[in-house]
């Protein structure tokens, strides 16, 4: 029995079925009713402005890329948290004098803080903490507590103008990564799924790993939906690799039943719905096929990817010791190595622990411990295997944090606020200038006063990379026409572009 159901076809059924529609023509709607239910669906009816074709599901947009890209695909390690852009990226020297006296007002503004310093009566300057260094040909300053990363700086380029409206960590890293601060839109890795579709089949084109850092601990709450698919087929979500022995869940088999016998039932289950899809016209049916046939693929594909034994030992000193733990930032870095080696397009690697409201000074050298080294070696390591050019690498968080104090100048229980209005990160690889710095803010590091490059711009920019103008890359739904950049205007930041 094979059911091939024309996307033309099932495109039409989903723009016009209503579900009014759909349960008043009672012997098709019955039937497709009650075969949801039995497969476990809450409703088997399209969203009538919905949008699907075979090529949503998982082989990319026809028409995509637009241009020819200069990445094939992106490694983003995501700090959440707010890393301190002041200690670590955005020295001024005129901190060393100003330590200690209070933040003029008018460098403040009118600006929203947060609820942990609102109430203070003094915003004492703190200067950058540990010191840093020139580094590079260029002359880069990077703080002293990542001096692996002070090794790359001709690699990279460092974006000291970022900036975001938000001033929360849920918000804020929403915004980032979906292009708006409120729920239920798709993750910049299910966008890219969803429009340049998988390169290798026998992976997810969206892979995401988490650890915890030894800062703040626990960090601030992740959800899935970070790297959620939002109203994009859900095919496109990113796929979580979890450490130990069962790093996807529900991947194996149950006792009892053999690799032949899951083929055999998805062979059944993917008539019965096939079936569903051309009595209901619902998308994520589709989807679902999609999702049951890649499991089965990924129950020979992940043990290999997981299995570091054929490292040489020289992997493990450019990555450090720690690449050897599990679940590690370390290890995901390495993984995130043999991810790209094996051509998924977008990983994710979300880091907690950098919320330093407290104990910055005993907490943010333990974080950037965790990272430094294995951060800087991935991308020595993809350099050594000639994948840096055609890879994206991103490293950064959610906004930065305040130059002014939380808590009594010097207390070891000090730390620094949220900061929104100007932070850093840095890029390497993918048609990114090597050895550059762009943007600059005050003398407080405080406004941004060259240069200013939104989280949408950040965006605009990787789609770019990638060979998306995001102008013309949206989803029609609700009526309107979504984008990953979100419906504001955002631009390509062409300065910092090879």
């Not at 009538?48 to 949503?56: R, Y």
């Not at 941004?448 to 990787?462: F, G, K, S």
Request: proline share 6%; hydrophobic share 35%; aromatic share 8%.
């Amino acid at each position: 029995m094979n059911h091939c159901l024309p996307n033309e076809i099932l495109l039409r059924r989903a723009q016009l079925m209503t579900r009014r529609s759909l349960l008043g023509s009672s012997a098709v709607s019955l039937g497709a009713f009650a075969l949801g239910n039995l497969l476990g669906r809450e409703s088997a009816v399209a969203a009538p402005d919905s949008q699907v074709t075979q090529a949503q599901v998982g082989g990319g947009l026809p028409g995509l890329p637009h241009f020819a890209p200069k990445a094939k695909r992106v490694i983003y390690l995501f700090q959440s948290g707010g890393p301190s852009h002041v200690d670590l990226f955005d020295h001024k020297d005129e901190l060393e004098t100003l330590h200690g006296t209070d933040l003029p007002a008018s460098v403040r503004g009118d600006q929203r803080l947060t609820g942990m310093t609102s109430r203070q009566k003094s915003f004492p300057i703190v200067k950058p903490l540990w010191g840093g260094k020139r580094c590079g040909e260029h002359g880069t300053w990077i703080g002293n507590t990542l001096p692996h990363t002070q090794t790359i700086a001709d690699d990279i380029t460092i974006v000291r103008s970022l900036w975001t409206e938000a001033i929360n960590h849920d918000p804020a890293v929403t915004f980032i990564n979906t292009g708006s601060q409120q729920m239920g839109h798709p993750s910049l890795g299910a966008w890219l799924s969803y429009g340049l579709g998988r390169e290798n089949d026998d992976f997810p084109s969206y892979m995401v790993l988490l650890s915890q850092g030894s800062g703040k601990n626990p960090g601030q709450p992740l959800f899935s939906r970070l790297w959620g698919s939002g109203y994009l087929p859900s095919s496109h979500q990113g796929v979580m690799l979890r450490p130990g022995a069962n790093p996807v869940l529900y991947l194996k088999n149950p006792p009892g039943v053999s690799r032949d016998s899951r083929r055999q039932l998805l062979d059944t289950l993917g008539d019965l719905n096939q079936m569903h899809a051309a009595a209901a016209g619902d998308p994520e049916t589709l989807a679902r096929i999609e999702a049951y046939e890649m499991a089965y693929r990924m129950q020979t594909s992940v043990p290999d990817l997981t299995d570091v034994s054929d490292e040489p030992e020289s992997t493990f000193e450019l990555y450090g010791d720690d690449a050897r733990r599990p679940g590690s930032f370390a290890a995901n870095c390495l993984q995130a190595r043999r991810m790209a080696q094996r051509g998924v397009r977008f990983i994710q690697l979300f880091h907690r622990g950098w919320d330093q409201h407290i104990s910055i000074k005993n907490q943010l050298p333990k974080q950037c411990r965790d990272v430094d080294q294995a951060s800087a070696a991935l991308v020595k390591d993809l350099k050594r295997l000639g994948m840096l050019d055609d890879t994206l690498v991103i490293w950064g968080g959610e906004f930065g944090r305040t130059v002014y104090s939380q808590g009594e100048l010097d207390a070891p229980t000090a730390g620094r606020d949220h900061h929104g209005r100007c932070f850093s990160a840095w890029m390497a690889g993918g048609g990114i200038k090597a050895g550059y710095d762009y943007g600059q803010t005050d003398e407080f590091a405080y406004n941004i006063v060259e240069n200013p490059v939104h989280i949408r711009d950040l965006n605009a920019t990787i789609l770019h990379q990638l060979g998306i103008d995001h102008e013309r890359f949206s989803f029609k739904f609700r009526g309107l026409s979504q984008r990953p950049t979100g419906v504001e205007e955002a631009h390509v930041v062409k300065e910092i572009l090879v």
